[in-house]
């Protein structure tokens, strides 16, 4: 009988918690559980209700016993770069702060006055993003800090909670843009800038260690069964990476959902100038690899549109409205900060058109084919410059996330880039957290052996490039953003 695996999910306003075992040498996977989750003004700064989420981790597993399970693995993947102080009593020292909160947006250009971006970028091999760790400690209230025993990433806090049992996780640490690439430590010089200590954060731990169980204080008060606790890849986005049936050479990825994470998978990290010119991350990643990738919008405009349509129509409705339209009517710079987080998406779009002389989109059709089309022409930009930067094509692209169910912006993509591209499976992030947990326990031999497994038990569907006339419109697009010119399409 298969062993029982539990991958504890959660994202920025949502998490589940998902069931697994093998059963017929394939995967089965079901939710459990699911909760809300999301940020709220506390003492003037944006929090995560951090309790919350440990709370809601025991009701799951409450469910879980219920289904007559008595004894099982568990793994914790979330979002990156957020933190909880914890005092010498091992008690969180005040609720996170969110990586959205504005505290922030001027740490970079502060403290790289002092240290120059070419530096801190040869050293960590991260990119640039204002709400990374580094800043966030920059802006950090120094009186808190000093009180702080732990420095605990999110996914460790809650795996502390639960076991009692304190570890930073590497792939989630990687973006904290503190760990020196070379020592695969946290660097001393960028620690000693934000006035931390590396004893402020437990050991370094890779995905595969066990943690321990869960203490038995959550016994006592809760019946829930006998549960390991495996530190899994603990990034998000490490974990989708893991659960990516990707096989052979030249193989990109793109993990599809709010946000866009196209990249590859390395042995060695690529920190040269032209990564950092095109501001690409080395993140680590599970079993020796790293995670070179760009961070592109995503599905943020999407889903935004569909919010300010008051929800009228579902993301299939949209998909096939759109589907009805010309895509490429107009370009847009999706990674533009003014599409972050604007009062208003749909304004911002027609607004954006409007000032760059374009044809403006009006039906939620329209709309939507504007966002699909050209999130595919930045995909195909960015594997161009991706082959360009390790000096080799990229052959075939895997679409994982919530992104590989749209099928329309599969093919435009494929189209574009001029390579065949799977897509699926859309739960890749629980599954490579589930991954992790049955490589640990013997059950898969591998990360080959377990990439197999979801090729052998999930469906997808490969999209071949169309025999389209877009010749050339690749190449204005990759002018517009170059030179941000004046567009008539």
């Known amino acids: 009988m298969s062993k029982s695996y539990v991958a504890v999910d959660i994202g920025a306003s949502s998490g589940r918690l998902m069931l ?29 209700d951090i309790d919350h989420l440990v709370n809601e981790v025991i009701a799951g597993l ?12 568990l793994g914790i993947d979330t979002w990156a770069v957020d933190y909880v102080l914890v005092d010498k009593d091992g ?28 530096y801190i970028y040869e050293k960590t091999g991260i990119q640039f993003q204002d709400f990374n760790t580094l800043y966030q ?6 009186d808190l800090l000093a009180k702080a025993d732990k420095i605990l990433m999110i996914p460790d806090y809650i795996g502390y909670k639960l076991t009692n049992n304190a570890v930073t996780e590497v792939t989630n640490a990687s973006t904290t843009q503190m760990l020196n690439l070379r020592e695969g430590l946290f660097d001393k010089d960028l620690l000693k800038k934000v006035n931390v200590t590396t004893d402020q954060f437990p050991k370094l731990v890779d995905p595969g260690t066990v943690l321990g ?22 990034h998000d986005t490490a974990s989708a990476v893991v659960g990516t049936p990707g096989k052979g050479e030249h193989w990109a990825f793109l993990s599809s959902g709010t946000w866009s994470l196209l990249g590859a998978e390395l042995n060695t990290p690529e920190n040269g100038l032209d990564a950092f010119h095109e501001n690409y991350t080395n993140e680590w990643g599970a079993y020796g690899t790293y995670r070179f990738l760009k961070n592109i919008m995503g599905l943020w405009m999407a889903q935004c549109i569909k919010r300010e ?104 993509t494929s189209t574009l880039a001029k390579i065949p591209v799977i897509a699926g499976p859309s739960e890749a992030t629980a599954i490579g957290n589930i991954l992790v947990q049955m490589i640990t326990t013997g059950e898969v031999a591998n990360l080959a052996a377990a990439r197999q497994l979801v090729a052998d038990s999930c469906d997808l569907k ?28």
Request: proline fraction near 4%.
């Open 213 to 234: 169980p869960v203490c038995e204080q959550w016994h006592k008060d809760h019946d829930i069964p006998q549960t390991e606790v495996i530190t899994v890849a603990t």
């Open 309 to 412: 349509l008051n929800d009228q129509y579902s993301f299939a409705e949209l998909a096939e409205l759109a589907g009805q339209e010309q895509p490429f009517q107009q370009f847009i710079d999706v990674n533009d900060k003014r599409f972050e987080n604007p009062e208003n998406m749909i304004q911002e779009i027609q607004d954006y058109c409007r000032e760059t002389e374009q044809t403006i989109p009006e039906t939620p059709g329209q709309l939507m084919m504007a966002v699909y089309s050209n999130l595919s022409l930045f995909y195909a930009n960015e594997i161009e410059k991706l082959g360009q930067i390790l000096d080799e094509p990229i052959e075939k692209l895997n679409i994982v996330g919530g992104g590989s169910n749209v099928a329309l912006m599969n093919q435009l």
């Open 91 to 118: 008690n969180k020292l005040a609720d996170p702060i969110s990586y959205r909160d504005k505290r922030t947006s001027t740490a970079i250009q502060k403290l790289t006055t002092d240290l120059p971006r070419e």
């Open 462 to 489: 490969t999209y071949q490039p169309e025999n389209k006339n877009y010749d050339g419109i690749l190449q204005r697009y990759q002018a517009f953003l170059k030179h941000k010119l004046t567009q008539t399409i």
């Open 20 to 48: 697994s075992h093998v059963e017929n040498g394939k995967m089965q996977i079901e939710e459990v559980h699911r909760f809300k989750n999301g940020f709220n003004q506390k003492a003037g700064n944006d929090r995560w």
């Open 62 to 73: 409450e469910k879980v016993k219920a289904k007559g399970i008595d004894d099982v693995q």
């Open 137 to 142: 400690l920059y802006s950090e209230d120094k």
